[in-house]
């Protein structure tokens, strides 16, 4: 019996045979970076090729530095390389190459050709997002989209999911849908499900925003990483613009300007105090006003009850004795 090597062939310790414990994530991770050492600082790439999650093949490197195979600053010796420059197109076919970390992996024309014979799936996804987006991708833009599948690990569920949120908010360059992949990757919203309630909360957010941007007379800066924190505070409050414009009148008011932080302020004292609708909030303000003004509204006195012993006929006589005084001769 002999080892078929084909083309391609890689060195790896033989200390790595005494560690039976090992799992097979661990070794798969061991065996990629035996092929690429430069994936061990390309984590999700390395967790994607080794079919693993980034933690699982971060405790990989963990397991096998702890042993000694791996140390920083030495490499993984590759024996040797494709014989021809052919088998080199057909061995990069099969290995996204990446040139930056921060980066999507970049494939040439001729590896995007042979991923899309091989892939009717890529091929699909391809072509709807295409169609969702009312255009066609050029080298770059498919470069991206194939990027997100191989080295995000993200599923075509949900790449659908984001390009159709994408499509919504205007928001359709490949390149600003990438660095949104690549923030829920971050996040670990990597589900289905996750997703669309990230989006929820992110369109109901969207919508707002342009409410917000109209009362307080943004235009279209952008806001500051501050600014979309407080509106995300205030939709999370469940405020919604009938509230927000009340503490902006209270803002101008009190301080001649639109000011957000001041508005802030407002919404979050409104939450603290447990106001959670307009008619409440207008309540409360009206109720401290009068406070404040010393009006503080107190019941009328009641009118003194008239008791059971009250005599008509005395109250008659002693009118009648007001208005026709008894003569003194009289007796």
Known sequence: MKLNFQQDVINLPGSVLSHSDATAAQLRVLLWLASDTTLVGKLRQLAKLADCSPKEAEAA??????????????SIPVMATPTSAAESAKSAANRPLIHRADELPTYTSTELAAM????????????????????????SEVNTLVGMVDYL????ECILILFAHCKRIE????????KYAYSLVDR?????EALEEEIRTVETLHSFEG???????????ALTSKENKMLRAWVSFGYGIDVVRRAYELTVNATGEASLPYANSILERWNNEGLNSIEQIDRSITEQAAKKNGKTT????????????FDTDDFLKAALRRSY????DQK
Request: charge should be positive; glycine fraction near 8%; hydrophobic fraction near 35%.
């Open 153 to 156: 690990g993200m599923s075509m």
């Open 188 to 192: 670990d919203i990597t589900t289905p």
């Open 116 to 139: 899309l014979e091989k892939r009717e799936s890529l091929r699909i996804l391809i072509d709807e997002t295409q169609r969702m987006l009312g255009k066609i991708f050029n080298l």
């Open 325 to 328: 005084p008894e003569r003194k």
């Open 171 to 178: 928001k359709t360059s490949l390149r600003a849908i990438e």
């Open 61 to 74: 490197l963990t397991y096998w530095r702890e042993r000694g195979i791996l140390t920083d600053g030495e």
């Open 211 to 221: 409410e917000v941007r109209a009362l307080f007379g943004l235009k279209s800066r």
């Open 298 to 309: 107190q019941k009328a006195p009641e009118k003194p009850a008239l008791g059971n012993s």
